[in-house]
C-alpha cells in the first residue's frame, strides 16, 4: 500500500531532551516536506526537500532539523525541544514538487513540558 | 508577505444546503492551488489541483475554481459525511521559493442531516 508512515504517533518528552520523528515514504516521491499543525494558524511549513541531499527552509524552520541520505526518509530532528514545539506534525510527500498533491502521514502529537 | 486565507472559519449547514468556500491568495505568480480534505486525527487528503484562471474541477458534490486572486470549493447538497476541514495550499513561483507551499488556516465545515 502505498503511504507515508510517521513515528511515533504520540510523543511527550521534557524541554531540552533531543528528539527524532521519523518519516518514510514507500512512493518513490522525490520531493518530502514537514509541516506543524496549530489551531487558528493552519498548517505551516517548516522544512522541505527536493531530492535526496537537497533540503531548504519552510516558513518556520527554527528550532528543527532535517536531512535526507536517502530517497525515502526524511526525519525531523528536534535537538532542544522547547513548550513552543508542542503541537501536531505532518510529513508529507509528492511526486514533483510542484504540480503533484502531497500524500502526507497520519500525523505526530507532540508534547513538550 | 505572501498570504493565504480562507472564510469562512467555520461553516454550519443542513443536509442538502449548498454553499461555497473561499480561498483567497497575494501569491505573485501562482504555480498551482490544491485542495485537500482534513478529517480529525488524519492527516490531510488531497481533492483538486488547479493551476490557471477560469479552470474548474469537479469530484461527487464538488466543485473548485480559481481566479486570479481566488479559489472556490462550490458544495452541491451537502451529507454529513462532507463534514471535515478543508485546507487550500498555494504554491509559490520558480527562484528561491520554489518547493515551498503556503496553507490557509481552513474551513471547518458541519453538515447537519
Known amino acids: 500500500e502505498a503511504q507515508v508512515t510517521q513515528n511515533p504517533r504520540y510523543l511527550i518528552t521534557v524541554t531540552g531532551k533531543k528528539l527524532t520523528v521519523t518519516c518514510s515514504q514507500n512512493m518513490n516521491h522525490e520531493y518530502m516536506s514537514w509541516y506543524r499543525q496549530d489551531p487558528g494558524l493552519g498548517l505551516r511549513q517548516i522544512y522541505y526537500s527536493m531530492n535526496v541531499e537537497v533540503t531548504d527552509k519552510g516558513d518556520v524552520p527554527e528550532g528543527y532539523k532535517v536531512s535526507r541520505k536517502e530517497k525515502r526518509n526524511f526525519p525531523l530532528i528536534l535537538e532542544s525541544p522547547s513548550p513552543n514545539q508542542t503541537s501536531l506534525y505532518f510529513c508529507a510527500s509528492s511526486l514533483r514538487p510542484v504540480s503533484s498533491p502531497l500524500h502526507f502521514g497520519n500525523g505526530t502529537r507532540l508534547t513538550v513540558t | 508577505e505572501d498570504q493565504v486565507t480562507q472564510s469562512p472559519e467555520a461553516l454550519r449547514l443542513q443536509e442538502g444546503e449548498s454553499s461555497s468556500l473561499n480561498c483567497s491568495y497575494t501569491v505573485s505568480g501562482l504555480r498551482g492551488l490544491f485542495w485537500y480534505r482534513q478529517d480529525p486525527g488524519k492527516g490531510p487528503e488531497f481533492l483538486f489541483t488547479?493551476?490557471?484562471a477560469g479552470e474548474e474541477k469537479e469530484k461527487e458534490r464538488l466543485k473548485a475554481t480559481l481566479t486570479k486572486k481566488e479559489s472556490f470549493l462550490h458544495i452541491t447538497a451537502p451529507k454529513p459525511e462532507d463534514s471535515a476541514t478543508y485546507l487550500c495550499a498555494v504554491t509559490h513561483p520558480g527562484g528561491t521559493s520554489y518547493g515551498k507551499l503556503t496553507f490557509g488556516q481552513g474551513t471547518i465545515l458541519t453538515v447537519h442531516p
Open positions: 488547479l493551476y490557471s
